[in-house]
């Protein structure tokens, strides 16, 4: 019966589709990241519109000239180099969107995203207390996800993700011609450059976050759920 009643203990909580992608997003993330600030150093400057330059008042963030927005070591390559960190951001790109739907088409077909990620009745009843156990940093080892990891989790991959592979597809040219609308829906093609740029800072925070959340909840028990599938829940679970 002990033994029974340990091994009831154990769950098998991530699937392989979901950590296969997982790493797969955090690879890109890093790679994107870092060349795109990179990119972003070539011409530290934001718009909002189309169209940039002399003739246009439409700045909303500048750092100058010839400034380096970033230092060498947050950016990939470390060194000014914007040709190899354009070649990096668009191959990491693709690897994001494959990822991502790779990850939608079995999150669907497993239940995942229905049973898991899409919140319920019971989650707006618990907010509260879930707010109150996070804000104490005691996290517990639960079977489900609570209704903050599920708003957290659901901000990134159904707004910040689609967010920021959209934008990166208004700034392509190829993109442009092939459906001009995408560019005229964001705003120009400069507005979505801003947009990508504040997408891009929102995932980072959640990504500083999300590891802030797997140190205080047990990193031991969150890392092998990654890894392996196998989540050991708390007592009473």
Not at 21 to 46: D, E, K, V
Not at 142 to 171: E, N
Request: glycine share 8%.
């Amino acid at each position: 019966m002990h033994s029974n009643s340990k091994r009831s203990r154990w769950i098998k909580r991530q699937t392989r589709i979901t950590r296969l992608t997982h790493w797969a997003w955090a690879l890109s993330m890093f790679f994107l990241l870092g060349s795109g600030l990179q990119i972003f150093n070539a011409h530290p400057t934001l718009y909002l519109g189309d169209q940039s330059g002399f003739d246009f008042d439409n700045t909303v963030l500048s750092l100058g000239s010839g400034a380096r927005a970033f230092p060498a070591w947050a950016t990939i390559p470390s060194g000014v180099d914007l040709a190899t960190g354009r070649i990096i951001h668009f191959f990491f790109a693709w690897v994001l969107v494959g990822s991502l739907f790779l990850w939608f088409l079995g999150a669907l077909l497993s239940g995942h995203l229905i049973c898991d990620l899409i919140p319920h009745k019971a989650d707006l009843r618990d907010f509260k207390e879930d707010v109150r156990v996070h804000l104490r940093l005691r996290l517990p080892h639960r079977r489900h996800y609570g209704p903050l990891q599920k708003l957290s989790y659901g901000l990134v991959l159904f707004i910040l993700f689609p967010l920021i592979v959209a934008t990166g597809l208004a700034m392509s040219p190829g993109i442009n011609a092939a459906v001009p609308w995408l560019s005229e829906v964001l705003g120009g093609r400069q507005t979505a450059r801003t947009l990508h740029f504040c997408a891009a800072f929102g995932f980072l925070a959640f990504f500083i976050v999300h590891v802030a959340m797997v140190l205080l909840a047990g990193p031991v028990n969150e890392m092998r759920s990654m890894i392996t599938g196998w989540y050991h829940l708390d007592e009473g679970e």
